[in-house]
């Protein structure tokens, strides 16, 4: 990210900087070329003054002392007297200069295309005006002088040159800086990431429950802390949810299999034994029975827990379906009364399977913790697009069982031994998940020394 | 020697009794907190096997009970927990040992042995008085090299003299050790174990070996091996 903000900014200063330089650098030409262009204007003005005509001819009264320009060889300027293409005068510094130089003229008519002039045979540049005198007095012939004067543009270049330089150092030295700068400012600005990605780095699943800190208070950078921090705390608890029921199916596979093994090992040990042979082949369909079963609940709440529960929707009256379920209940265990209250025969849709499923694991919820007198009452009620079963039993402690909020926790059961062979303490969480999938929810309320147990949803 | 077995798995507890028993163990039975904890406070119990989790009163609470009433009965918790915390946690509660499910009946075995042994004070897996051995390990007696065959309560009642060799150990006694609560004995039962165990060392050369002391008891001749 660095070096792209970098190249970004160095490519718009670069351009930035080459566009004012060529402006510039034209500007600056200009204003010199034109100053040149008015010094030889002038300078031509000058040397048209000093010409003369009278009736005894032209005279031309050109004092080198005064004009010490056209006779320096440094920084010159030059000029010329022509008529009819002869020179009648030249300026000293021509003449120091010797054979070789020679204006490099077009003449055309009355104007010149000035090329260049060659000195020593080096072409150089130069500024040459052309001032055509063509006097009309009446007393005084008319004649058709030219007079060049050129300046030699040397010095113009040499300026142009050393401000194109210093245009590169410039631009250098500021390309420098701004790497410097923004280097600086990146790693500067940067450095709460760098701390928060420090501490990142070394967090890990036990330090999930500690809040991140930075030493640096930066503002924008506080609600991307804030999110880390909720998150992690999110993390933590899922992962000690994990744990938890990790730690808890370890507890609900260890009891059956240490029965099966001192079973087996016994039986191995006395084969004689014909009780213990028989005792150690009951105990083995007894815990294949129930590992299936612990399994089979396990993968069902694993799926629901991600969603991925097939889900078959089919129209059903609402009471066929509960009377169904507490039939099935009833044939399987006889010793608790189950009353039905039963008033919504409308339609719903639903998935029968596993709604069917909620609502059993709810009798057998019942009727495993049923205590003290009293039948367990199912009723069911529509109205409003809404459905409500509900499942009710006698339990004098149900209040403060729900106030601890572990009902729906996998694995949780009344006794904390998680005693019986019956049931593996995921119906309630089983239940919840399904009422999740199917967009409803599992509500719980004590109500007169009852346990009264909800399932709503949509129709 | 007399365990007691408070478990709720009735698998299990069959088991361990089935178990324990053919080794010579009198073993009673708990299936809950509250009425294991009745009987280890009026039986006497040589070791007790207790679940940690149990229904109602936890295994935690009854051993908080026992210790506070005094009771230095062996305590060997058997658990489906295995972090350290639970572990150091039943061992501060006054467990003597903790055995994580599932577990080897071996190993078990192995840990009761030790419990007893280091209960009456026992370095080596052999007891030896004069002549008589005693390996506890292979649970296997020897008199002057020669091997005894005894059964599973012989053996037991053998071992119960011996580790108390010299005293006189009254009948009673023998039978609270030696017989479950389910398995109460006939008023003749430790006299004619006795006298059984007396036939078989005498096929060994050991005659003369237990004592009958009227009215007190009985006495195993010699001294342990120090």
Same mark, same amino acid.
């Given at each position: 990210?660095?070096?792209?903000?970098?190249?970004?900014?160095?490519?718009?200063?670069?351009?930035?900087?080459?566009?004012?330089?060529?402006?510039?650098?034209?500007?600056?030409?200009?204003?010199?070329?034109?100053?040149?262009?008015?010094?030889? &204007?002038?300078?031509?003005?000058?040397?048209?003054?000093?010409?003369?005509?009278?009736?005894?001819?032209?005279?031309?009264?050109?004092?080198?002392?005064?004009?010490?320009?056209?006779?320096r060889?440094?920084?010159?300027?030059?000029?010329?007297?022509?008529?009819?293409?002869?020179?009648?005068?030249?300026s000293?510094?021509?003449?120091?200069?010797?054979?070789?130089?020679?204006?490099l003229?077009?003449?055309?008519?009355?104007?010149?295309?000035?090329?260049?002039?060659?000195?020593?045979?080096?072409?150089?540049?130069?500024?040459?005006?052309?001032?055509?005198?063509?006097?009309?007095?009446?007393?005084?012939?008319?004649?058709?002088?030219?007079?060049?004067?050129?300046?030699?543009?040397?010095?113009?270049?040499?300026?142009?040159?050393?401000?194109?330089?210093?245009?590169?150092?410039?631009?250098?030295?500021?390309?420098?800086?701004?790497?410097?700068?923004?280097?600086?400012?990146?790693?500067?600005?940067?450095?709460?990431?760098?701390?928060?990605?420090?501490?990142?780095?070394?967090?890990?699943?036990?330090?999930?429950?500690?809040?991140?800190?930075?030493?640096?208070?930066?503002?924008?950078?506080?609600?991307?802390?804030?999110?880390?921090?909720?998150?992690?705390?999110?993390?933590?608890?899922?992962?000690?949810?994990?744990?938890?029921?990790?730690?808890?199916?370890?507890?609900?596979?260890?009891?059956p299999?240490?029965?099966?093994?001192?079973?087996?090992?016994?039986?191995?040990?006395?084969?004689?034994?014909?009780?213990?042979?028989?005792?150690?082949?009951?105990?083995?369909?007894?815990?294949?029975?129930?590992?299936?079963?612990l399994?089979?609940?396990?993968?069902?709440?694993?799926?629901?827990?991600?969603?991925?529960?097939?889900?078959?929707?089919?129209?059903?009256?609402? &009471?066929?379906?509960?009377?169904?379920?507490? &039939?099935?209940v009833?044939?399987?265990?006889?010793?608790?009364?189950?009353?039905?209250?039963?008033?919504?025969?409308?339609?719903?849709?639903?998935?029968?399977?596993?709604?069917?499923?909620?609502?059993?694991?709810?009798?057998?919820?019942?009727?495993?913790?049923?205590?003290?007198?009293?039948?367990?009452?199912?009723?069911?009620?529509?109205?409003?697009?809404?459905?409500?079963?509900?499942?009710?039993?006698?339990?004098?402690?149900?209040?403060?069982?729900?106030?601890?909020?572990?009902?729906?926790?996998?694995?949780?059961?009344? &006794?904390?031994?998680?005693?019986?062979?019956?049931?593996?303490?995921?119906?309630?969480?089983?239940?919840?998940?399904?009422?999740?999938?199917?967009?409803?929810?599992?509500?719980?309320?004590?109500?007169?020394?009852?346990?009264?147990?909800?399932?709503?949803?949509?129709? | 020697?007399?365990?007691?077995?408070?478990?709720?798995?009735?698998?299990?507890? !069959?088991?361990?009794?089935?178990?324990?028993?053919?080794?010579?163990?009198?073993?009673?039975?708990?299936?809950?907190?509250?009425?294991?904890?009745?009987?280890?406070?009026?039986?006497?119990?040589?070791l007790?096997?207790?679940?940690?989790?149990?229904p109602?009163?936890?295994?935690?609470?009854?051993? %908080?009970?026992?210790?506070?009433r005094?009771?230095?009965?062996?305590?060997?918790l058997?658990?489906?927990?295995?972090?350290?915390?639970?572990?150091?946690?039943?061992?501060?509660?006054?467990?003597?040992?903790?055995?994580?499910?599932?577990?080897?009946?071996?190993?078990?075995?192995?840990?009761?042995?030790?419990?007893?042994?280091?209960? %009456?004070?026992?370095?080596?897996?052999?007891?030896?008085?004069?002549?008589?051995?005693?390996?506890?390990?292979?649970?296997?007696?020897q008199?002057?090299?020669?091997?005894?065959?005894?059964?599973?309560?012989?053996?037991?009642?053998?071992? !119960?003299?011996?580790?108390?060799?010299?005293?006189?150990?009254?009948?009673?006694?023998?039978?609270?050790?030696?017989?479950?609560?389910?398995?109460?004995?006939?008023?003749?039962?430790?006299p004619?174990?006795?006298? %059984?165990?007396?036939?078989k060392?005498?096929?060994?050369?050991?005659?003369?070996?237990?004592h009958?002391?009227?009215?007190?008891?009985?006495?195993?001749?010699?001294?342990?091996?120090?």
């Amino acid at each position: 990210m660095k070096l792209r903000l970098l190249l970004a900014l160095l490519s718009a200063l670069v351009l930035l900087f080459l566009g004012a330089g060529l402006i510039l650098g034209h500007w600056f030409e200009e204003r010199l070329e034109t100053e040149l262009d008015e010094r030889i &204007d002038a300078r031509s003005s000058a040397i048209a003054g000093l010409l003369e005509n009278d009736p005894e001819g032209l005279e031309f009264d050109f004092n080198p002392a005064a004009m010490p320009e056209y006779t320096r060889i440094v920084d010159p300027s030059f000029f010329e007297l022509r008529r009819d293409g002869e020179v009648l005068h030249r300026s000293p510094n021509l003449d120091r200069l010797g054979a070789g130089l020679d204006l490099l003229l077009e003449e055309g008519d009355d104007d010149f295309e000035v090329a260049g002039f060659a000195l020593r045979g080096q072409r150089r540049d130069l500024e040459l005006h052309q001032v055509q005198r063509d006097e009309d007095e009446p007393e005084m012939e008319p004649i058709d002088l030219v007079v060049l004067v050129a300046s030699d543009r040397a010095a113009l270049d040499r300026s142009l040159a050393r401000f194109r330089r210093g245009l590169i150092v410039a631009l250098l030295v500021l390309v420098a800086l701004v790497v410097l700068v923004t280097t600086l400012s990146i790693r500067f600005g940067l450095s709460p990431l760098r701390e928060l990605n420090d501490k990142l780095r070394d967090l890990d699943h036990e330090s999930l429950g500690q809040e991140l800190e930075l030493r640096q208070e930066v503002t924008e950078i506080r609600p991307l802390v804030a999110t880390l921090n909720e998150l992690f705390r999110r993390l933590k608890s899922a992962y000690d949810r994990e744990r938890e029921m990790t730690g808890n199916v370890a507890h609900e596979l260890r009891t059956p299999i240490a029965e099966l093994k001192l079973a087996t090992e016994l039986a191995r040990d006395w084969p004689e034994d014909v009780e213990l042979r028989d005792a150690a082949l009951s105990t083995a369909t007894q815990v294949s029975v129930r590992m299936e079963r612990l399994v089979g609940a396990l993968l069902r709440l694993a799926r629901l827990e991600e969603g991925r529960a097939p889900m078959r929707l089919e129209t059903v009256p609402l &009471d066929d379906l509960v009377v169904r379920v507490v &039939d099935e209940v009833r044939r399987q265990d006889q010793g608790r009364e189950i009353e039905l209250a039963v008033h919504a025969p409308d339609l719903i849709a639903t998935d029968i399977e596993l709604l069917s499923l909620a609502l059993r694991n709810l009798l057998v919820n019942a009727v495993a913790h049923a205590s003290g007198p009293g039948a367990i009452v199912v009723e069911t009620e529509t109205g409003a697009g809404q459905a409500l079963i509900s499942v009710s039993n006698p339990f004098p402690g149900a209040a403060a069982l729900i106030s601890e909020g572990k009902l729906e926790v996998a694995f949780w059961r009344g &006794d904390a031994a998680r005693s019986g062979d019956d049931h593996e303490g995921l119906g309630l969480a089983i239940c919840s998940q399904v009422m999740k999938g199917l967009g409803g929810e599992l509500r719980f309320s004590a109500v007169a020394g009852r346990f009264v147990a909800e399932l709503r949803f949509s129709t | 020697m007399r365990l007691l077995v408070i478990e709720d798995s009735k698998s299990l507890r !069959f088991s361990l009794e089935r178990g324990l028993g053919r080794l010579g163990y009198a073993v009673d039975l708990a299936e809950e907190g509250s009425s294991g904890l009745k009987l280890a406070n009026c039986e006497p119990y040589d070791l007790i096997i207790l679940d940690r989790m149990l229904p109602g009163m936890d295994g935690l609470e009854i051993l %908080t009970e026992l210790r506070s009433r005094g009771s230095i009965v062996p305590v060997l918790l058997l658990t489906a927990r295995d972090s350290v915390d639970d572990r150091v946690e039943g061992l501060q509660a006054g467990a003597d040992d903790y055995l994580i499910k599932p577990f080897a009946f071996t190993e078990l075995c192995a840990r009761i042995d030790a419990l007893l042994r280091r209960r %009456t004070g026992e370095l080596r897996t052999v007891i030896r008085t004069g002549r008589l051995e005693i390996d506890t390990r292979a649970r296997q007696v020897q008199y002057a090299s020669r091997r005894v065959e005894l059964r599973a309560r012989e053996y037991s009642l053998l071992l !119960f003299l011996a580790r108390r060799c010299g005293e006189i150990i009254p009948r009673i006694e023998i039978e609270d050790h030696l017989y479950g609560r389910d398995n109460f004995p006939m008023s003749n039962a430790v006299p004619v174990a006795i006298s %059984t165990l007396r036939a078989k060392l005498a096929e060994a050369g050991g005659t003369e070996l237990i004592h009958t002391h009227r009215g007190l008891g009985y006495r195993l001749e010699g001294e342990p091996e120090s």
